[in-house]
């Protein structure tokens, strides 16, 4: 996954003041602030550096977004390796401008370019396999996370009591980690992830409600719109990321059996009265999660206070020039309240096991 920090970020300005040293002065073209003209001038290109700890690969390219990736480990390297591996990255930019995605990675293209600039076998193997256990998976499963999956599973009880006392123990549990998961005098330099976990190709009510719900979860929830598809990004701490992510994988396919038993309750048909219907659910599932909230005990506004202060920064770091959008679709008044009604009364039980193919058990509707 892609990392924040302060020094993450700082780490990532001095690989992108390379990269626009390496384009100018080896490469030879236009480099104006954050983008770079190809040889002919006709069409620029943004220089778009980020850092990640989840690959095997030191580097990366990305021609859906344009993005250089680089492995966090690479701080502790020497400036000689990482440079090359700048160069490597470099390489795979250009070779895609000219050649398009029609072309093999470590083709004959791209060596050709590595020839033409200089660049020998030190920077066309510079972003070599590192070995097991020489990177992390960005997150890994903690008690905390398991305490949350346990809660969350009683939360789809049919005693009604027990699920509620389930859930309301299950968010105070994700505030109180949320509030201590970051030591005294360090709050600026905490790490914060960000993952792409749905890929569509575009936006839709489905996509919008399953972001709105998963928000619920102490994540930050961002469209982010590639050349051909456009894909749901989550950004948080390791716990947050992990739970968010597994609901999200159920809701992508339980939303649609929701959407099915609802209209078997009402004669609703079509697209807008199941967008209705979608963004109705998250909305109902929402209220009940934000009245839970505040049954808590008093000092519970202030830590959701902290807590949204820590999003914000976060928000902050890893989109800096962030744009919102509005949507005008259509509305269907009865599905949305349907939804809504099936929202408050739905409970998610995200798998234990990551391996679990049995969705179907994951979320409860008691309705």
Known sequence: MIIYSKKIIQFANEIKRTVKDVLSREVRIKVMRDRFYDREQRASYPIK?????????????????????????????????????????????????????????????????????????????????????????????SSIFRKIQKLMALSTS???????????????????????????????DEKVFLKRIIKQKRENAKMRSIALILETFFVITVFNRSKDFTYLEILGNAVNIEIAEYVANVLHDELEKLWDQAQQHAHLRGTIAKNSFFLGLARGYCNKIQALKREYNSDATNALMVIEKKMTHAKAMA????????????????????????????????AINKTSSNSGALLAYSG
Request: hydrophobic share 30%; net charge negative.
């Open 319 to 350: 989109y800096p020039r962030l744009s919102s959008s509005k949507s005008n679709a259509s509305y269907c008044h009865e599905s949305s309240a349907l939804g809504e009604q099936m929202g408050r009364q739905l409970n998610i039980n995200p």
């Open 49 to 141: 550096v980020v850092i990640y700890n989840n690959k095997s690969m030191l580097g990366y390219f990305d021609p859906n977004f344009y993005e250089l990736g680089f492995h966090e480990c690479l701080m502790h390297s020497s400036k000689e390796q990482l440079h090359n591996v700048i160069r490597h990255e470099l390489a795979h930019y250009i070779t895609f401008i000219n050649y398009g995605g029609t072309v093999q990675p470590h083709a004959a293209e791209f060596r050709a370019f590595c020839q033409r600039m200089g660049w020998g076998e030190e920077v066309y193997k510079a972003t070599t396999c590192l070995e097991d256990g020489q990177h992390a998976s960005g997150i890994e499963e």
């Open 158 to 188: 049919s005693n009604t009591n027990e699920a509620e006392q389930a859930m309301i123990k299950a968010q105070q549990l994700l505030v109180k980690h949320n509030i201590e998961s970051t030591p005294i005098g360090d709050e600026e």
